[in-house]
């Protein structure tokens, strides 16, 4: 070998700058010294001209031949990879990496964000608090994403208060904080920070909402105009993704394809307690029904039911959302029905992988699914009123009755239950209500609080989800002059148990600016009649609609005002409040709310319109959908002997 081509020598040219001359010399080398430090040389050297992508492969060859030791040169390679846009080889060796270095940050930084492009949320969790921890503002701003909004993830709690506490600076994270606030209705925090929020919003600052959750967003924001700003993060969809969509050749059948996607299907769920029986109600013969699952194993070890009699199911928990939107392209999705949208455990990205001609956001999220690739939402003339439409970019489709189905046959009939089994007080006007608890605002704890000012000869009965929470009510109405004998607290209970204690309450008292959903159809199912008041987005008109689609809508008042006074007036008027508990236990089998099989007509007649205009080549556009003839007799209710609601008479 030539005494000039040395190592030694590679390494002095490197040094003073000569990166060409140094790689020169070192191709030289390798000739007869393929090691690890040549390798690792020649990558600094290229590092140095601007060739990243040779410099990664250099270090990641010279971290193979180094083993154990050449952790450093692998981790240079995944970040070089990872930075020149390589994810596959970034992905592969990050994940060599973090079984080896499971809290290097920019590791879980690379991973993290692969995975978030891909849509992988069910690998993220180990690295949720490597990032939160981090020193670098990029890592802490990442973790913001990997924040659940599951009220039970104590670890979840936990980083975000941590977070707050060393960056209260950042905007997304005090709303992160006022969120987890709200979960158990730490009123101080949310009195202290929400003006902060408000305040930019009223400078006309709106800048911080790219950074926020759509979900977060509702909890404490009731302006369409500002809900269609919360996007976070998401880069808006173009135009032209959604034409090529359009535009891509597709072969329609004799029978429309539904495909539907969710990680809810087990009975037990939400929103299986409202949609099983129009899943098992769909024309077969008109109708091909495919359910995308992508349902956690534990959720699934708990279902009892039979899910084939709701349509053909296709486990996709391991692919990613672009496989997903392959798979139902394959299948020949005609609709493909997003049933989560932007709420915990969702793959609705899957919306912006081009999986059907005719894409449709529902029921899982009272919204615009903003920077998704969506032909419609389905809603009804109460939640989605023509003054909403400049505010979505999807087109309307107003089904006649009510957006939301309900299960009558399913969910379990009231039981007899006594007052005193409940520790209800017998001889008083009960109100209640059983809203999750992130719901329960400072300002509607201040409208109760007159109310039972106003009538007092009432209680109220209040669910709470944990022991913060109800130390923090406790705390709101006693500073705000309220005895504690008359707020009632209980716990959530067993399904069918909760069905039966709703009957004993006398008015449920409704929450905003996010009302109850499934649980307004609860207890409007026990005959429990329900006040809300008229909201101002799809989150807080939802109970107006449910009020409407089952005969009582004089209980929907106009302002908070109103909704004091309604409620003080019927504490004082139990003859009226027991008329309302015999007109819904009438109306339960006559009008639409409970009325599954004329929810399943509207709703095919919705597929088949959406699908007529798809077919002769339009665009998608605003469709209200006819209302069938009214029902004339009661409907039939399988497995729901009649005699069971007796117990409310």
Not at 9 to 26: I, M, N
Not at 72 to 90: I, S
Not at 242 to 260: F, M, Q, V
């Amino acid at each position: 070998m030539n005494s000039k081509v040395s190592f030694a020598t590679a390494s002095k040219d490197y040094q003073g700058g000569r990166f060409l001359q140094s790689l020169e010399t070192l191709n030289v080398l390798l000739s007869e010294q393929k090691d690890a430090k040549t390798y690792a040389l020649i990558a600094k050297n290229l590092l140095q001209l601007g060739m990243k992508e040779d410099a990664a492969k250099a270090f990641a060859l010279a971290g193979n031949l180094e083993g154990k030791a050449g952790i450093e040169h692998v981790r240079r390679a995944a970040m070089l990879h990872f930075e020149c846009g390589n994810e596959d080889e970034a992905l592969l060796l990050a994940l060599r990496l973090m079984t080896k270095t499971p809290q290097d940050r920019d590791i879980a930084f690379i991973l993290t964000s692969i995975y978030l492009k891909r849509g992988r949320m069910d690998l993220l969790s180990p690295f949720r608090k490597v990032l939160a921890e981090s020193d670098n503002p990029e890592h802490v701003k990442l973790s913001l994403f990997l924040l659940s909004n599951d009220p039970h993830d104590r670890s979840n709690d936990e980083l975000i208060r941590a977070l707050f506490s060393r960056f209260p600076q950042i905007v997304a994270l005090r709303l992160l904080y006022l969120i987890i606030s709200r979960e158990t209705c730490d009123f101080e925090a949310t009195d202290r920070y929400q003006p902060m929020i408000d305040a930019l919003v009223a400078q006309g600052n709106l800048s911080f909402f790219r950074h926020e959750s759509a979900f977060y967003n509702l909890q404490w924001c009731e302006d369409e105009a500002l809900n269609k700003l919360a996007v976070a993060g998401k880069p808006p969809i173009t135009e032209e993704q959604t034409k090529a969509r359009h535009a891509r050749a597709h072969s329609w059948s004799e029978k429309l394809r539904i495909g539907y996607l969710s990680s809810d299907y087990w009975d037990g769920h939400a929103t299986m307690k409202l949609l099983q029986r129009v899943l098992e109600q769909h024309d077969r013969k008109r109708f091909e029904i495919t359910l995308y699952c992508h349902t956690p194993a534990d959720q699934l070890a708990r279902n009892t039911a039979d899910r084939s009699r709701w349509g053909r199911v296709v486990e996709v928990g391991g692919m990613s959302n672009s496989e997903i939107g392959a798979l139902m392209r394959r299948d020949g999705i005609d609709i493909f029905v997003d049933l989560k949208g932007p709420t915990s455990d969702s793959r609705y990205e899957v919306l912006n992988h081009d999986a059907a001609p005719i894409q449709v956001s529902w029921l899982g999220y009272p919204g615009s699914t903003v920077c998704m690739d969506v032909d419609y939402v389905i809603g009804d003339r109460y939640v989605l009123p023509e003054i909403a439409k400049q505010h979505y970019h999807e087109k309307f489709v107003r089904l006649p009755d009510t957006y939301q189905p309900n299960d009558p046959v399913h969910r379990p009939a009231p039981s007899p239950v006594t007052r005193t089994q409940l520790g209800l007080p017998e001889d008083k006007f009960v109100f209640a209500s059983f809203n999750a608890n992130r719901k329960v605002t400072s300002t509607v704890v201040d409208a109760w609080c007159n109310i039972l000012k106003r009538a007092p000869d009432s209680v109220l009965w209040l669910m709470v989800t944990s022991e913060k929470s109800k130390a923090h009510l406790s705390l709101r109405f006693r500073q705000r002059g309220i005895a504690a004998a008359r707020v009632i607290f209980c716990e959530r209970a067993k399904y069918a148990d909760h069905i039966s204690r709703l009957a004993a309450a006398d008015l449920a008292l409704d929450t905003w600016p996010y009302n109850g959903h499934t649980t307004s159809s609860e207890e409007l199912w026990a005959a429990l009649p329900v006040l809300t008041k008229k909201g101002t987005n799809f989150a807080s008109r939802v109970s107006e609609s449910l009020l409407n689609a089952v005969g009582l809508p004089e209980l929907v008042a106009a302002d908070t005002a109103g909704y004091e006074d309604m409620a003080v007036a019927l504490a004082n008027d139990r003859e009226t409040v027991r008329g309302y508990r015999t007109r819904l236990e009438a109306n339960r089998f006559m009008y639409p709310l409970f009325d599954a099989d004329r929810f399943t007509a509207h709703l095919e007649d919705a597929y088949e319109m959406m699908a007529e205009r798809a077919k002769a080549g339009l665009a998608p556009d605003h469709i209200d959908v006819p209302a069938r003839a009214p029902r004339t007799g009661l409907m039939s209710v399988e497995d729901t002997p009649r005699e069971q609601f007796d117990v409310l008479r």
